[in-house]
């Protein structure tokens, strides 16, 4: 049986706020995780991932972990560039290469590799296996990190119908629907009364032990990941990772999983990691006064996204306080923990604590316990491992 490894390009690695603290593969693109996409694809698990060394440690349940520097991947394993988006109606049995829209996105390796040739990001996977021509694969590629965000709308209408399909999950008939493009509830999940499931516009999933409270308005496209909760006010155009919780108006934003935003307030446009916890009343800009496209900070500094609407990057265990208040284009470093009524500059390090800048730096120490805290509230353990990734993450910290 052939192994599955995804390698973050030296792309993937600058994909900040999230690159300090997780692979690219553990992203959700559209409906499911990188890595999830290409295990149905190829319908293989994933022995491991490939990335910057800091990530030595990454420890998820049910993720891989990193690949030894001084280990080898094996002849006969599938090598995935972690930036190539599978479509979630493909099914693949054997390939060599696959060409993702003109570039290398998988190959086979014939010859074991050692994995410190994907060291420093800059191996073209098309360079290990160029012989056979390769297979054109229907896919897209994350160039950037809002890419997640600019897909988002069409990658779910494209995603909710294969993936109901893949799971068993038939068409449901619900007296709250708007439109025909298709409501997926899963056994388990619940929807309360007098909500509104608006499938006019795309498809609306919801899996297993996922709850939408009455009085709730979802406006499709948009998924529901299981034992998450909706609280209410209108949700659009997102993709909302487990155990979440969600209230007030949300639109076009994703989140991997474990996060809350339980009160109101308006974000939009904004992707938020792990272990997020938003005040009351935090509140995004998604769109400038100028119509104009927002900048954001990236490690190569400001640059234009070309995009119009883009809200905020929220890393993970980010923590924001009552009433904060977040500009166009903001990125929110991994565990930065803000709070005040001035509004933060446009990027915050990692690891920022206070209620202006310029902030003071949060002890590593309180901010372990403070992880563990909120990860028992939802009986997921801190382990040693994660312990030890996010002490290199505060130690590596970047400067805004």
């Known amino acids: 049986m052939p192994q599955l490894y995804f390698y973050d390009d030296a792309r993937a690695r600058a994909f900040e706020p999230f690159a300090l603290t997780r692979p690219t593969c553990e992203m959700r693109a559209g409906a499911l995780l990188l890595r999830e996409r290409w295990e149905k694809a190829i319908k293989l698990e994933t022995a491991g991932f490939i990335s910057s060394a800091h990530l030595a440690d990454f420890d998820e349940p049910g993720a891989p972990h990193a690949v030894a520097h001084n280990a080898e991947i094996p002849a006969g394993a599938i090598v995935i560039n972690s930036r190539c988006v599978a ?198 800009s998604n769109l400038k006064n100028t119509y104009g496209t927002v900048e954001m900070w990236t490690p190569a500094g400001a640059r234009s996204t070309g995009q119009q609407l883009l809200g905020t990057m929220f890393g993970d265990h980010v923590k924001t306080g009552i009433g904060t208040m977040l500009n166009t284009g903001t990125v929110l470093g991994t565990g930065a923990n803000i709070f005040g009524s001035v509004m933060p500059p446009k990027a915050v390090a990692p690891f920022a604590w206070g209620d202006k800048a310029p902030y003071d730096t949060f002890d590593l120490d309180k901010f372990l316990t403070v992880a563990e805290r909120v990860m028992e509230r939802r009986h997921v353990k801190l382990s040693d491992r994660a312990r030890r990734l996010l002490a290199e993450a505060h130690r590596r910290r970047w400067s805004a």
């Open 87 to 284: 479509p979630l109606d493909l099914s693949l049995e054997h390939f060599d290469l696959l060409m993702c829209d003109g570039v290398a996105g998988a190959v086979r390796l014939a010859r074991a590799v050692p994995a410190a040739s994907f060291a420093d990001g800059s191996l073209d996977l098309g360079t290990i296996q160029t012989s056979l021509g390769g297979r054109r694969l229907k896919s897209r590629w994350i160039n950037e990190v809002w890419d997640f965000n600019a897909t988002l709308s069409q990658q779910l209408q494209e995603d909710i119908p294969p993936l109901a399909a893949a799971l068993g999950i038939k068409p449901s008939r619900h007296d709250a629907v708007v439109g025909d493009k298709g409501l997926f509830i899963e056994d388990g999940a619940e929807v309360g009364p007098h909500s509104v499931l608006d499938c006019s516009a795309g498809p609306i999933m919801i899996r297993r032990a996922a709850v939408v409270s009455p009085f709730t308005h979802l406006v499709g496209p948009i998924y529901v990941g299981a034992q998450s909760v909706i609280l209410g006010d209108r949700v659009a155009d997102s993709s909302i990772g487990e155990s979440s919780k969600i209230r007030g108006e949300f639109s076009n934003t994703i989140v991997i999983g474990h996060s809350n935003k339980g009160h109101a307030g308006f974000v939009g446009h904004s992707y938020l990691g792990r272990w997020v916890n938003l005040g009351a009343l935090t509140t995004t």
